[in-house]
């Protein structure tokens, strides 16, 4: 018999640590979704790397499931010895724009680099929302935010095209406005190998929404349904009409040999080797 | 062609810690080049995939120890080899390893700091980082060889604690003894003694206490193990605001190693029941005490020596009892005084005790400089 689908067949009895109207749920909802479509009944094939920040809390401890809350930043190194060591597992990383291209920017090149066999899954609120919202690498230009009380004098990063640019072998952006995306998404990463990165645009009505003008998290998600557009609409704008827009969808889908493959190759040979 | 095989080898200490690590069981590397601890890391990526292990080079310290961390927690045993400037990098990590309950190995080669300072020479500056370096409350294993061989002996060494209390443990060697070639004997691999972690049985779910050193389990393992560098009950579960959670996790975890100082502390003496002077050392600066001792006999004077195995946590006992017999006590080292403090602090007053200190340029302190300060004193 078919048990049909509930968050809490995945989830510890525990209550949730996030603000009302927060995206996370949404990222939750859409991951284990995903993980019931393709037919896992619990999560005993994943382990879970997560940093410091709200998204991190995502999987940790809430998952019924190994997880490994690591420091801020550093859920992709340790999610590298993991997936080094068990390359049986699916290795399945959550962590905020400011955890993996703030403070943890290089190891994300690196891994996308590498193609480590990991899902990143960033969830880019555009803000560091767990301290009270100050600017982050993504935060838009001229954005007010605690740390830019005078509006953001620098320009955000386009993760997504930096792991493409890196070597990802999977790299995605869909917002919260896209939960059906999403989902597809998780699914198609978790059926590739390599690098794969999932950036989801994400609403924090607390600590960045109210100060840039939005009421609430449905105005915010709607803003992001209106201002969406496709990676061919995307082609026929300027970069300062592209500055307003969240270009959506799957920027890169790869087979590049992933790093398990590479390594495990010189270690079967050496090995072999070692023993004749 | 597995671990070493046993017989007499003349090896560079890197060499020896490296091939060390394999017997312990160290299946993954994770480094970055560091002048002079990268022969390290160039052995053991030569050698681990020899036995079916993985050694990478990760784009910083930071990520060197996390991969290790992450290993750690796949099953394996692991480590990383740095020096000055990557071991502070680390420091955070190596934080969150104790607080996590991580065995690991860090091997930190001394050089001249602070900061790039001298990069290709001998220095024992990092002693108290060793000890400090990180925030919070924590307490440290640190391991001091002084030769190629207990480059060899200390790094199998390093690897049982590590495991038996879960804990990071260092191996703070210095460019000398890390650089140096000496004979090295290796046993039989079936009279080494190897310490795996405990693991927990099915159905249990307390990694985290109440037991003084829990089980702990791997990932994929089906024990569901939530890992958090949050305070956290026996559960893995995150407490940020519990003032009781709290104290019973730290105190836990300090007191796994401060009520184990008898067993993890190892020094070697000479002569302590009978000097009038004696000497505390480690390290490189602890290869002179031999021949200081015995001139300093010849010269109608008794000498002894405690000789620091292990650097922390401290080995009071051994120096409590040296100061009930000797008047005097040296203490040399190439720093700007650590363990003297640490010395002063032990014997309470019972004994005068008095620096020997020399910094930059990788130059040692002689026998002769030591045997000075003996006569001086005397």
Redesign the interface.
């Known amino acids: 018999m078919t048990e049909a689908f509930s968050v809490k067949m995945y989830l510890r009895d525990?209550k949730l640590p996030f603000c009302p109207g927060c995206g996370a749920y949404t990222v939750m909802h859409a991951f284990l979704r995903a993980v019931y479509e393709l037919g896992h009944r619990d999560l005993?094939e994943f382990?879970f790397?997560s940093g410091i920040g709200c998204s991190s809390w995502i999987p940790?401890?809430y998952f019924?499931?190994?997880?490994?809350?690591?420091?801020h930043g550093?859920s992709?190194?340790?999610?590298?010895?993991?997936?080094?060591?068990?390359p049986?597992?699916n290795v399945v990383v959550f962590g905020g724009d400011g955890d993996i291209v703030g403070i943890g920017l290089?190891?994300f090149i690196?891994a996308a680099r590498r193609n480590l066999d990991v899902l990143v899954i960033m969830v880019n609120n555009m803000v560091y929302g767990m301290t009270g919202g100050q600017v982050a690498p993504t935060t838009p230009f001229k954005s007010k935010t605690t740390t830019t009380p005078y509006g953001s004098f620098e320009y955000p990063l386009d993760a997504v095209k930096l792991a493409v640019a890196a070597g990802a072998n999977y790299a995605a952006r869909w917002t919260t406005a896209h939960p059906n995306e999403l989902k597809e998404a998780v699914k198609k990463a978790l059926k590739l190998q390599g690098f794969r990165f999932i950036e989801v645009v994400s609403q924090c009505p607390t600590a960045f929404g109210r100060r840039v003008g939005f009421r609430n998290a449905g105005e915010m998600i709607r803003w992001f349904k209106e201002n969406s557009i496709t990676l061919e609409e995307a082609k026929k704008l300027s970069e300062e009409e592209l500055a307003e827009k969240i270009v959506a969808g799957e920027f890169v889908q790869r087979h590049r040999p992933t790093l398990t493959e590479t390594?495990y190759t010189?270690?079967k040979?050496?090995?072999r080797?070692?023993?004749n | 062609?597995?671990s070493v095989k046993h017989g007499v080898y003349f090896w560079q200490g890197s060499v020896a810690c490296a091939e060390a690590a394999i017997l312990a069981g160290c299946?993954?590397f994770?480094g970055y080049p560091i002048t002079p601890a990268t022969e390290i890391a160039e052995h053991l990526s030569k050698r681990l995939?020899?036995?079916?292990?993985?050694a990478?080079q990760?784009?910083?310290e930071?990520?060197?120890?996390?991969?290790?961390?992450?290993?750690?927690?796949?099953?394996?045993k692991?480590m990383t080899a740095t020096s000055g400037p990557g071991f502070s990098l680390m420091q955070?990590?190596i934080g969150?390893a104790f607080m996590t309950e991580t065995p690991c190995v860090i091997v930190d080669v001394q050089r001249v700091g602070p900061s790039t300072g001298q990069a290709t020479k001998c220095a024992q500056g990092d002693v108290m980082q060793s000890r400090w370096g990180t925030h919070g409350d924590y307490s440290a294993i640190v391991l001091s060889p002084n030769s190629v061989q207990e480059m060899f002996d200390l790094t199998i060494r390093a690897f049982n604690l590590a495991e038996k209390y879960r804990t990071p443990v260092v191996l703070l060697s210095d460019e000398v003894v890390a650089h140096m070639r000496e004979k090295v004997v290796v046993p039989p691999v079936e009279k080494v003694e190897i310490l795996s972690r405990r693991k927990p049985k099915l159905g249990e779910r307390a990694f985290f206490g109440p037991d003084e050193v829990p089980p702990m389990p791997?990932?994929?393992e089906?024990?569901?193990?939530?890992?958090?560098?949050?305070t956290h009950d026996e559960f893995?579960?995150?407490f940020t605001a519990d003032p009781l959670v709290h104290r019973r996790l730290v105190e836990r975890l300090n007191g796994k190693i401060q009520n184990h100082v008898n067993e993890i502390a190892d020094v070697e003496v000479y002569n302590i029941e009978n000097c009038r002077v004696g000497i505390v050392a480690y390290g490189c600066t602890s290869r002179a005490v031999y021949d200081v001792v015995e001139e300093a006999e010849a010269k109608g004077v008794s000498a002894g020596y405690v000789r620091l195995k292990t650097l922390w946590p401290f080995p009071e006992e051994a120096i409590r009892k040296l100061a009930e017999t000797a008047s005097k006590i040296i203490v040399p080292e190439m720093n700007l005084r650590q363990i003297f403090y640490e010395v002063e602090r032990t014997v309470g007053g019972m004994a005068k005790v008095v620096p020997v200190n020399k910094i930059g340029g990788g130059e040692l302190i002689t026998p002769e400089e030591i045997l000075g300060k003996i006569l001086e004193e005397a």
């Open positions: 525990l005993s382990v790397c940790s401890p019924m499931a190994d997880s490994i809350h690591t420091l550093r992709i190194p340790v999610a590298t010895g993991v997936k080094l060591m068990r049986d597992l290089s190891h690196h390594i010189v270690v040979e050496a090995l080797n070692a023993e | 062609m597995g299946r993954f994770a995939p020899q036995v079916g292990g993985v990478i990760m784009e910083d930071i990520a060197s120890i996390g991969a290790v961390i992450g290993a750690s927690w796949a099953g394996a692991a955070e990590s969150y791997s990932v994929g089906g024990f569901n193990v939530a890992v958090t560098g949050s893995g579960i995150r």
